[in-house]
T-cell receptor, first 113, second 116 residues
Framework: GENVEQHPSTLSVQEGDSAVIKCTYS??????FPWYKQELGKRPQLIID?????GEKKDQRIAVTLNKTAKHFSLHITETQPEDSAVYFC????????????FGQGTRLTINP | GAVVSQHPSWVICKSGTSVKIECRSL??????MFWYRQFPKQSLMLMAT?????????EQGVEKDKFLINHASLTLSTLTVTSAHPEDSSFYIC????????????FGPGTRLLVL
């Protein structure tokens, strides 16, 4: 089955700087890669997603890149703000079959003012 | 749109009792819902996939007789933790699969279960 590895587990950056979180996946059949933000005690919220037919997607300060050959994808947050502090999870899935999400281990991002 | 609710948000129970958690899609129909368990400072672990009108599909290592899942309608799935024990204490989160081509999973707010 699919296995998703996420790094780093913790990340601390100065406000205004950029943050990058990386994930690798094992199943070449995976074709959908969402990123979720989870604040303490709350539900995961989708912040951006990408399909395997696209190499990059951007939404304001957030961007995701995908390298299908190397089976890795990354989340980029620019001009970080204190409210970006949270735990971020990457995930991988397919549009066919069970469409289950397999999550990475999570990255605790702290933005220092 | 695409709102998923869960009830209750918090439950404390005695060891050996059963607890039922409801997951509802409020403004869309969900033929597929998923149940996850999340321990403190850990990732979301899929427990089972719930399909409307059919038996749930459980992940390896999840006891189907302990975690009973029912998906009787297109907007409601329930998870019953039977004979709960302290090690079942966790944050249980459901998600519902959107019906648009995007196939996004929308998460409920979670239920925190504490078994004494």
């Amino acid at each position: 089955g699919e296995n998703v590895e996420q790094h780093p587990s913790t990340l601390s950056v100065q406000e205004g700087d950029s943050a990058v979180i990386k994930c690798t996946y094992s199943d070449s059949a995976s074709n959908y890669f969402p990123w979720y933000k989870q604040e303490l005690g709350k539900r995961p919220q989708l912040i951006i997603d990408i399909r395997s037919n696209v190499g990059e997607k951007k939404d304001q300060r957030i961007a995701v890149t995908l390298n299908k050959t190397a089976k890795h994808f990354s989340l980029h947050i620019t001009e970080t703000q204190p409210e970006d502090s949270a735990v971020y999870f990457c995930a991988a899935s397919t549009f066919q079959g069970a469409q289950k999400l397999v999550f990475g281990q999570g990255t605790r991002l702290t933005i220092n003012p | 749109g695409a709102v998923v609710s869960q009830h209750p948000s918090w439950v404390i129970c005695k060891s050996g009792t059963s607890v039922k958690i409801e997951c509802r899609s409020l403004d869309f129909q969900a033929t597929t819902m998923f149940w996850y368990r999340q321990f403190p400072k850990q990732s979301l672990m899929l427990m089972a996939t719930s399909n409307e009108g059919s038996k749930a599909t459980y992940e390896q290592g999840v006891e189907k007789d302990k975690f009973l899942i029912n998906h009787a309608s297109l907007t409601l799935s329930t998870l019953t933790v039977t004979s709960a024990h302290p090690e079942d204490s966790s944050f249980y989160i459901c998600s519902a699969l959107g019906t648009s081509g995007r196939k996004t999973q929308y998460f409920g707010p979670g239920t925190r279960l504490l078994v004494l």
